[in-house]
């Protein structure tokens, strides 16, 4: 019904740039709050960075500086700007967002299938 689909992890030496897309697919009426959480080797799942519908972003400190959050409206896609990559920014990345859709239409929490991020010392 509703599917959120992540593309562009990889490998990438410390000190390197990705770009995580995210993009919102299926019966969809609206789109609030979209997010990235990550989930290294044995730990939690956390938040990295969340975005309104209106653009109003938060940041976990450990990627405050480094990694930009933006979305486009209109295509229902939201980004992650991974700056400066650091080893400890490994892990696996989800997409998160809050949708109204689905059938019968309703509020949902979807979650993307996540990618992975390298980052070798």
């Known amino acids: 019904q509703v599917q959120l689909v992540e593309s562009g992890g990889g490998l990438v030496q410390a000190g390197g740039s990705l770009r995580l897309s995210c993009t919102a697919s299926?019966?969809?009426?609206?789109?609030?709050?979209m997010g990235w959480y990550r989930q290294a080797p044995g730990k939690q799942r956390e938040l990295v960075a969340r975005i309104t519908k209106n653009g109003s972003t938060n940041y976990t400190d450990s990627v405050k500086g480094r990694f930009i959050i933006s979305r486009d409206n209109s295509k229902n896609i939201v980004y992650l700007q991974m700056n400066s990559l650091k080893p400890e920014d490994t892990a696996d990345y989800y997409c998160n967002a809050g949708v109204v859709g689905g059938v019968p239409v309703r509020s949902l929490e979807v979650w993307g299938q996540g990618t992975l991020v390298t980052v070798s010392p």
């Open positions: 299926g019966r969809i009426f609206g789109i609030n709050d």
